[in-house]
Protein backbone atom coordinates (compact mmCIF):
# COMPACT_ATOMS: atom_id res chain seq x y z
CA UNK A 1 0.00 0.00 0.00
CA UNK A 2 1.16 3.76 0.03
CA UNK A 3 3.05 5.05 2.74
CA UNK A 4 1.09 7.54 4.32
CA UNK A 5 2.96 8.15 7.39
CA UNK A 6 2.75 10.22 10.38
CA UNK A 7 5.75 11.04 12.82
CA UNK A 8 4.12 11.30 15.66
CA UNK A 9 1.51 9.05 16.98
CA UNK A 10 0.27 10.98 20.13
CA UNK A 11 0.34 14.76 20.54
CA UNK A 12 -0.92 16.42 23.61
CA UNK A 13 -0.96 20.01 23.89
CA UNK A 14 -2.19 22.61 26.23
CA UNK A 15 -5.84 24.16 26.13
CA UNK A 16 -5.34 27.27 23.71
CA UNK A 17 -1.60 26.45 22.42
CA UNK A 18 -1.70 25.83 18.66
CA UNK A 19 -1.06 22.41 17.78
CA UNK A 20 0.72 21.29 13.97
CA UNK A 21 0.16 17.44 12.73
CA UNK A 22 2.83 16.11 10.43
CA UNK A 23 2.04 13.26 8.21
CA UNK A 24 4.63 12.56 5.31
CA UNK A 25 3.66 10.70 1.92
CA UNK A 26 6.25 8.94 -0.60
CA UNK A 27 4.03 9.39 -4.13
CA UNK A 28 5.07 12.40 -5.70
CA UNK A 29 2.00 11.76 -7.82
CA UNK A 30 -0.53 12.89 -5.80
CA UNK A 31 -2.05 15.85 -5.94
CA UNK A 32 -5.12 16.45 -4.08
CA UNK A 33 -4.92 15.67 0.04
CA UNK A 34 -7.22 15.85 2.86
CA UNK A 35 -6.98 16.09 6.78
CA UNK A 36 -9.47 14.06 8.38
CA UNK A 37 -10.87 14.28 12.18
CA UNK A 38 -12.10 11.15 13.83
CA UNK A 39 -14.00 11.49 17.33
CA UNK A 40 -14.22 8.40 19.33
CA UNK A 41 -17.22 6.38 17.68
CA UNK A 42 -17.74 8.20 14.59
CA UNK A 43 -16.43 8.02 11.10
CA UNK A 44 -13.68 10.22 9.75
CA UNK A 45 -15.18 14.14 8.98
CA UNK A 46 -13.37 16.00 6.00
CA UNK A 47 -11.18 19.11 7.93
CA UNK A 48 -9.75 20.58 5.61
CA UNK A 49 -7.88 20.07 1.65
CA UNK A 50 -5.39 21.03 -0.48
CA UNK A 51 -4.34 20.54 -4.11
CA UNK A 52 -0.82 20.18 -5.16
CA UNK A 53 -0.90 23.50 -6.88
CA UNK A 54 -1.12 25.43 -3.72
CA UNK A 55 1.60 25.21 -0.90
CA UNK A 56 -0.82 26.42 2.19
CA UNK A 57 -4.44 26.15 2.37
CA UNK A 58 -6.93 28.29 5.54
CA UNK A 59 -9.50 27.43 6.79
CA UNK A 60 -11.86 28.35 10.43
CA UNK A 61 -8.59 27.84 12.37
CA UNK A 62 -7.00 25.54 10.86
CA UNK A 63 -4.12 25.59 8.26
CA UNK A 64 -2.87 22.96 5.46
CA UNK A 65 0.79 23.24 4.62
CA UNK A 66 2.13 21.44 1.99
CA UNK A 67 5.78 21.13 0.86
CA UNK A 68 6.11 19.02 -1.82
CA UNK A 69 10.12 19.18 -2.26
CA UNK A 70 10.09 16.55 0.27
CA UNK A 71 6.84 15.30 0.18
CA UNK A 72 5.24 16.73 3.59
CA UNK A 73 1.64 18.05 5.01
CA UNK A 74 0.78 19.87 8.20
CA UNK A 75 -2.21 20.51 9.32
CA UNK A 76 -1.86 23.27 11.99
CA UNK A 77 -4.99 23.95 14.66
CA UNK A 78 -5.08 27.57 16.51
CA UNK A 79 -5.69 27.75 19.56
CA UNK A 80 -6.56 23.99 20.27
CA UNK A 81 -9.86 23.85 22.52
CA UNK A 82 -11.23 20.34 23.93
CA UNK A 83 -13.12 19.54 21.00
CA UNK A 84 -10.46 19.14 19.12
CA UNK A 85 -9.76 16.01 20.45
CA UNK A 86 -9.47 13.55 18.33
CA UNK A 87 -7.35 11.20 15.79
CA UNK A 88 -6.47 13.32 12.52
CA UNK A 89 -5.58 11.10 9.26
CA UNK A 90 -3.97 12.54 6.51
CA UNK A 91 -4.87 11.29 3.14
CA UNK A 92 -3.53 11.49 -0.30
CA UNK A 93 -4.53 10.14 -3.98
CA UNK A 94 -3.09 10.22 -7.14
CA UNK A 95 -6.17 9.01 -9.04
CA UNK A 96 -8.56 11.02 -7.83
CA UNK A 97 -10.95 8.37 -6.76
CA UNK A 98 -8.93 5.75 -4.14
CA UNK A 99 -7.24 7.70 -0.81
CA UNK A 100 -4.57 6.52 0.85
CA UNK A 101 -4.84 7.12 4.41
CA UNK A 102 -1.95 7.37 7.12
CA UNK A 103 -2.26 5.28 10.72
CA UNK A 104 -3.61 8.46 12.05
CA UNK A 105 -2.54 11.38 15.21
CA UNK A 106 -4.22 11.06 18.26
CA UNK A 107 -3.99 14.60 19.55
CA UNK A 108 -5.37 15.37 23.51
CA UNK A 109 -6.12 18.50 24.67
CA UNK A 110 -5.28 19.47 28.23
CA UNK A 111 -7.76 21.32 29.70
CA UNK B 1 -29.91 11.00 2.23
CA UNK B 2 -27.96 14.02 4.07
CA UNK B 3 -25.37 11.74 4.75
CA UNK B 4 -23.70 8.06 5.06
CA UNK B 5 -25.84 5.30 6.81
CA UNK B 6 -24.59 2.16 7.94
CA UNK B 7 -26.71 -0.02 10.03
CA UNK B 8 -26.32 -2.14 12.01
CA UNK B 9 -23.94 0.39 14.66
CA UNK B 10 -22.88 -2.28 16.45
CA UNK B 11 -23.13 -6.03 15.57
CA UNK B 12 -21.52 -9.02 17.67
CA UNK B 13 -21.76 -12.71 16.04
CA UNK B 14 -19.68 -15.96 16.63
CA UNK B 15 -17.19 -17.06 15.15
CA UNK B 16 -17.98 -18.91 11.83
CA UNK B 17 -20.93 -17.35 11.14
CA UNK B 18 -22.04 -15.04 8.37
CA UNK B 19 -22.32 -11.44 8.71
CA UNK B 20 -23.92 -8.86 6.51
CA UNK B 21 -22.92 -5.15 6.72
CA UNK B 22 -25.15 -2.66 5.16
CA UNK B 23 -23.86 0.85 3.31
CA UNK B 24 -26.47 3.62 2.57
CA UNK B 25 -24.42 6.17 0.29
CA UNK B 26 -25.27 10.19 0.01
CA UNK B 27 -28.10 10.55 -2.67
CA UNK B 28 -26.17 11.01 -6.62
CA UNK B 29 -22.64 9.66 -5.13
CA UNK B 30 -21.70 7.37 -7.20
CA UNK B 31 -18.79 6.27 -5.75
CA UNK B 32 -19.14 4.13 -2.68
CA UNK B 33 -15.79 2.86 -0.93
CA UNK B 34 -15.73 -0.05 2.28
CA UNK B 35 -12.76 0.75 4.91
CA UNK B 36 -11.70 -1.30 7.73
CA UNK B 37 -10.39 -0.03 11.01
CA UNK B 38 -8.54 -2.25 13.41
CA UNK B 39 -8.57 -0.44 17.22
CA UNK B 40 -5.89 2.02 17.27
CA UNK B 41 -5.05 1.46 13.37
CA UNK B 42 -5.10 3.79 10.38
CA UNK B 43 -8.10 2.65 7.27
CA UNK B 44 -7.51 -0.30 5.65
CA UNK B 45 -9.25 0.20 2.23
CA UNK B 46 -11.45 -3.26 0.94
CA UNK B 47 -13.39 -2.51 -2.08
CA UNK B 48 -14.28 0.85 -4.34
CA UNK B 49 -17.57 0.85 -6.82
CA UNK B 50 -17.86 3.60 -8.97
CA UNK B 51 -21.03 4.01 -11.00
CA UNK B 52 -21.43 1.00 -13.90
CA UNK B 53 -18.13 -0.22 -14.12
CA UNK B 54 -16.68 -3.43 -12.13
CA UNK B 55 -15.54 -2.54 -8.71
CA UNK B 56 -11.83 -2.63 -7.53
CA UNK B 57 -11.90 -5.41 -4.91
CA UNK B 58 -7.92 -5.42 -4.98
CA UNK B 59 -7.65 -4.82 -1.17
CA UNK B 60 -10.42 -7.18 0.14
CA UNK B 61 -8.31 -9.57 2.62
CA UNK B 62 -9.58 -12.97 1.81
CA UNK B 63 -12.45 -14.77 -0.58
CA UNK B 64 -14.36 -14.54 2.88
CA UNK B 65 -14.95 -11.00 1.85
CA UNK B 66 -17.31 -10.13 -1.23
CA UNK B 67 -19.53 -6.80 -1.69
CA UNK B 68 -22.34 -5.72 -3.82
CA UNK B 69 -23.86 -2.33 -4.96
CA UNK B 70 -27.38 -2.48 -6.09
CA UNK B 71 -29.12 -0.35 -8.09
CA UNK B 72 -25.82 2.03 -8.00
CA UNK B 73 -26.99 3.00 -4.35
CA UNK B 74 -26.95 0.48 -1.34
CA UNK B 75 -24.14 -1.81 -0.52
CA UNK B 76 -23.81 -4.78 1.33
CA UNK B 77 -20.26 -5.97 2.60
CA UNK B 78 -20.76 -10.04 3.57
CA UNK B 79 -18.22 -11.52 5.57
CA UNK B 80 -18.16 -15.45 5.36
CA UNK B 81 -17.52 -17.53 8.61
CA UNK B 82 -15.94 -14.83 10.58
CA UNK B 83 -12.86 -14.78 12.61
CA UNK B 84 -11.91 -12.97 15.37
CA UNK B 85 -9.41 -11.05 13.55
CA UNK B 86 -12.29 -10.12 11.49
CA UNK B 87 -13.36 -7.40 14.70
CA UNK B 88 -12.82 -3.73 13.34
CA UNK B 89 -15.21 -1.22 12.50
CA UNK B 90 -16.29 -1.23 9.27
CA UNK B 91 -16.63 2.12 7.55
CA UNK B 92 -18.18 3.15 4.32
CA UNK B 93 -17.62 6.43 2.40
CA UNK B 94 -19.02 7.73 -0.49
CA UNK B 95 -18.34 10.58 -3.01
CA UNK B 96 -19.82 11.97 -6.12
CA UNK B 97 -16.83 10.49 -7.87
CA UNK B 98 -15.93 13.89 -9.31
CA UNK B 99 -11.84 14.40 -9.08
CA UNK B 100 -10.75 16.17 -6.69
CA UNK B 101 -13.52 15.95 -3.75
CA UNK B 102 -13.07 13.69 -1.21
CA UNK B 103 -15.11 11.29 0.54
CA UNK B 104 -17.83 11.43 3.45
CA UNK B 105 -18.12 8.56 5.62
CA UNK B 106 -20.56 6.85 7.57
CA UNK B 107 -19.63 6.53 11.56
CA UNK B 108 -19.70 2.41 10.92
CA UNK B 109 -20.12 -1.01 11.96
CA UNK B 110 -18.27 -2.20 14.85
CA UNK B 111 -17.84 -5.61 14.56
CA UNK B 112 -16.81 -8.06 17.20
CA UNK B 113 -16.75 -11.82 16.66
CA UNK B 114 -16.47 -13.92 19.84
Known sequence: ?111 | GAGVSQSPSNKVTEKGKDVELRCDPISGHTALYWYRQSLGQGLEFLIYFQGNSAPDKSGLPSDRFSAERTGGSVSTLTIQRTQQEDSAVYLCASSSGVRGYGYTFGSGTRLTVV
Open chain 1, 1 to 111: GENVGLHLPTLSVQEGDNSIINCAYSNSASDYFIWYKQESGKGPQFIIDIRSNMDKRQGQRVTVLLNKTVKHLSLQIAATQPGDSAVYFCAETYTGNQFYFGTGTSLTVIP
